[in-house]
């Protein structure tokens, strides 16, 4: 048995990034449209900063019009639905997304509801879920977006294919497994409490991994010659003793990478793997959603 082939998230982020710059262009010539991404960041969490720079460097770069508001962690929820509501009605702006998590005084539920459905580029709304479980065209999650392309560029066709979703988030496992369905594909959805969790990935032709547990899925989970997507992103530290000792921190996935390498045909890396498809399909998502709050064609 070989070595398994690598996904690389880099490579095919790069070509939806592209794509998405090509209808910019169009649409601004041949519309005067353009698609604006409006980026919600409430508190100081690192990793949150981080993200939403890069999303607004990402937008900027697609051509598009970027709008990032950096609230303090003391707002109050009616301060962000307010600020939510003058977003909503800005024709500027064609994406919301509000970046989670919010401080503890914030209920994420409401304030996801009150982003417009046709701005709400998360996804996450109960209208746009409902659209893609009943098989109607509405905005969906972007990490199983990008997932999604990476398997169709990867696989080619994938009616038929077994497919187990660990995992079972309204932002990635739900999801996931809708996608899947619409593909054609048998779908199991899994999650930390599958009895025998291990004989049910075992028998999964692709294999997403969403259950947010550092290295939870073992070389041995996996059928030989499968395609594993890794969405998880799990911060723990170094392995090496004295950059663990300095407080030092790697990022890893919910696979055990080197061991599904050993069992799989094909894996995709973290980082490097899934998280850069997430950011190129938010912007994909943005300019389905300025084609069709503009009655164009998406």
Not at 9 to 24: F, I, N, Q, Y
Request: aromatic share 2%.
């Amino acid at each position: 048995m070989g070595q398994a082939q690598i996904i690389d998230g880099k490579v095919l982020a790069a070509k939806v990034r592209d794509r998405v710059a090509e209808d910019v262009i169009t649409l601004k010539r041949d519309h005067g449209l353009q698609p604006g991404l409006a980026v919600v960041l409430v508190g100081d969490d690192p990793g949150s900063e981080i993200y939403v720079r890069s999303k607004g460097v990402q937008t900027l770069e697609a051509g598009m019009h970027s709008v990032t508001r950096k609230l303090p962690a003391e707002t109050t929820q009616a301060e962000l639905l307010s600020i939510v509501a003058e977003l909503n009605a800005d024709p500027t702006i064609h994406g919301i997304l509000v970046q989670f998590p919010v401080p503890p005084h914030i209920d994420p539920v409401l304030i996801q509801a009150a982003i417009d459905p046709n701005k709400d580029v998360d996804g996450l709304s109960v209208f746009n879920a409902g659209r893609l479980a009943v098989g109607l065209p509405g905005l969906v999650p972007c990490t199983p977006v990008g997932s999604m392309i990476m398997l169709r560029e990867t696989l080619g066709d994938l009616r038929g294919r077994s497919a187990v979703v660990v995992g079972r988030s309204n932002l990635v496992g739900k999801p996931m497994a809708q996608l899947l369905l619409q593909a054609d594909c048998t779908v199991t959805i899994a999650h930390s409490r599958t009895r025998d969790l291990p004989a049910v990935t075992r028998q999964a032709e692709i294999l997403v991994a969403a259950v947010g547990r550092p290295e939870m899925v073992r070389g041995d989970w996996i059928r030989p010659g499968a395609t594993v997507i890794d969405v998880g992103m799990n911060r723990i530290p170094s392995r090496r003793p004295k950059a663990a000792a300095a407080g030092k921190t790697i990022v890893v996935g919910d696979v055990a990478f080197d061991e599904a390498m050993a069992v799989a045909d094909w894996v995709t890396p973290v980082p490097g793997g899934v998280g850069l498809m997430t950011v190129a399909c938010l912007l994909q998502n943005t300019v389905t959603a300025a084609k069709r709050l503009n009655g164009l064609a998406a």
